[in-house]
Structure formats: structure tokens, C-alpha cells
């Protein structure tokens, strides 16, 4: 399989990047697109890379933020086939809190209803297509990070901590092993490594590629979460977006050679 990241907060030379994530997959003759950025960039950085959005077989959400799904709606009107999988508790609904204030950070508002012919919501452990998987959180009591990161649903009025149950994983089985696609790891990195393996488990989780949300953690959070990586024992990580620059050099220190960053144009073979 062969993945290149089109949209991410590190820029290639004068190819632009922003605070958003996507990235472009082929597997096994199935080209795939994960998320669509912060905006409209992701389509003119494909472009510029020589991919035609127009050939894209299947779209993935990774999960109901607006840095991940603002470009939704350019792409659903560039490629008139591609369905888009979103996890069955995907709605307009995400908001960040700050002091007493909520401020709306989900999908853009009629998306969901516009172009719902477009889209499928899966429910559980779902087949892609052959070797290609999504899978849930299964691991009780994420709303507690979601407390702890101010993140909250709005459901009849009520706030509601996250529990992340609209996040999802995006798996690929290749040679090496299981290939984990996680955008954001809000229900956190080696949670779902761990979910991964109880999900397979007579596989070897290879890789986890994603942003690890670790960008407004102290030090010493960050080196709790090397240790809980290392005892996973997967071989490759590739991050950036929400991760950060300190946090990253952090982990390349405790974890070695295993750490690998994003950028925009980086492209990976597995």
C-alpha cells in the first residue's frame, strides 16, 4: 500500500499546508481519500501531486471535527460516486469549551442532510473491502478525556463530555502487518493500538499513522505516552497535526527510530 499526506500543518516548500489533516491511499487497486482538511486546500494540493479526486473509490471520515471535515463538500461535488463512511454517531453536534463559553468546532451545519445519499454510517467493526477496515472505540469511559480536553456533544440542550464514539480507525492489512490510520487518536494513541489487537488478534499491529493529539500536554505527559506506546510494541509511527513540534521531539527522544513526522508531499510505502 502506498499513502501520501496531501493536507498537514507542515508546508512543502511553497506547497501550503494548515492546521487540518488528509491523506490519500492506494490499496490493493482501491484509492482512497481520509478526511479532507480544513478547507478547500486539500483539493489543490491533489492537484499539484498529480491525484484526480475524481477517482477516488471510497471517501473516510475519521471523525466529526471541522479540521478533518470542512472539505467534505468540495469533494462530494468534484466526485459524483465515492461514498463517504462516517461512524453511525457522526452528527453536527462537536463543541470546544472555554471558561463558560462553547464554540462550535464540528461539521459545517446541513452538510449531513444535503448530501445524504453520499453517505454511509457503520456501526461496529465494518469491512471496506477486502483487507480494509473501520473499527470503533471499544474502550469504556472516554468521556473522561473528553472532560479533561474541554470537549464536549450537545444533545437536547445538554452538554455532554466526548466519549470520541464518532472516531474511528481506518486499517489496512499488508505484509509487515496491521496498518492503523487514526487522524486525531483523541481516545488516545496506545487505546487504540490495543483495541486493534484485541480486534485481530492473530495479527501484528505494524504501524500507527495519525496525529496523537499532544500538543497541549506537559513533558511528562508526553513521556507517559512513549512509555505506553513502547509497551505496544508496534514498529512505526507517523505523526503530526495535532501532536507538535515539542511533543515530537520528545518522542523521537524516548521512542528512536520507530518516529517518523508528517508533512505535506510525505509519501509512505508499506
Known amino acids: 500500500m502506498k ?9 512543502d516548500g511553497d506547497i501550503k499546508g494548515e492546521w487540518g489533516l488528509c491523506i490519500y491511499i492506494e490499496y490493493n487497486g482501491k484509492k482512497i481519500l481520509l478526511d ?7 483539493t489543490r494540493n491533489a492537484e499539484i501531486y498529480g491525484i484526480d479526486l475524481n477517482d477516488i473509490d471510497i471517501a473516510v471520515l475519521s471523525h466529526a471535527h471541522s479540521d ?9 461535488q ?6 463517504f463512511y462516517l461512524q453511525e454517531s457522526v452528527g453536527e453536534n462537536c463543541y470546544a469549551k472555554k471558561f463558560i463559553f462553547h464554540k462550535y468546532i464540528g461539521i459545517h451545519k446541513g452538510i449531513l442532510q444535503k448530501y445524504s ?14 483487507g480494509v477496515y473501520l473499527i470503533p472505540h471499544k474502550t469504556p469511559e472516554l468521556e473522561k478525556i473528553g472532560q479533561r480536553e474541554n470537549m464536549y456533544i450537545k444533545k437536547d440542550k445538554t452538554w455532554i463530555p466526548d466519549n470520541f464514539s464518532h472516531e ?14 487514526n487522524s486525531c487518536s483523541h481516545g488516545g494513541a496506545s487505546t487504540i493500538i490495543n483495541e486493534i489487537k484485541a480486534t485481530f488478534p492473530d495479527k501484528h499491529v505494524y504501524a ?11 513533558d511528562s505527559e508526553v513521556r507517559d505516552f512513549a512509555d505506553k506506546i513502547r509497551k ?20 523521537q527522544e524516548e521512542l528512536g527510530d520507530i518516529m517518523h513526522s508528517f508533512h505535506v508531499g510525505l509519501s509512505m510505502e508499506f
Do not use: P, W
Not at 69 to 75: L, S, Y
Not at 208 to 218: P, R, V
Open 3 to 11: 499513502a501520501k499526506i496531501i493536507v498537514d500543518n507542515i508546508s
Open 78 to 83: 468534484i466526485n459524483k460516486n465515492a461514498m
Open 208 to 218: 500507527l499513522i495519525g496525529g496523537f493529539h499532544l500538543f497541549n500536554k506537559s
Open 168 to 181: 474511528q480507525s481506518l486499517v489496512f492489512d499488508t505484509e509487515k502487518g496491521l496498518v492503523i490510520f
Open 232 to 251: 505496544t510494541q508496534v514498529n512505526y509511527l507517523c505523526t503530526g497535526h495535532c501532536t507538535g513540534l515539542r511533543a515530537y521531539d520528545i518522542l
Open 117 to 130: 445519499d453520499r453517505i454511509i454510517y457503520v456501526n461496529g467493526d465494518y469491512k471496506l473491502c477486502d
Open 36 to 42: 479532507t482538511g480544513a478547507s478547500e486546500l486539500f
Open 68 to 76: 478533518h471535515a470542512n472539505g467534505m463538500e468540495q469533494f462530494l
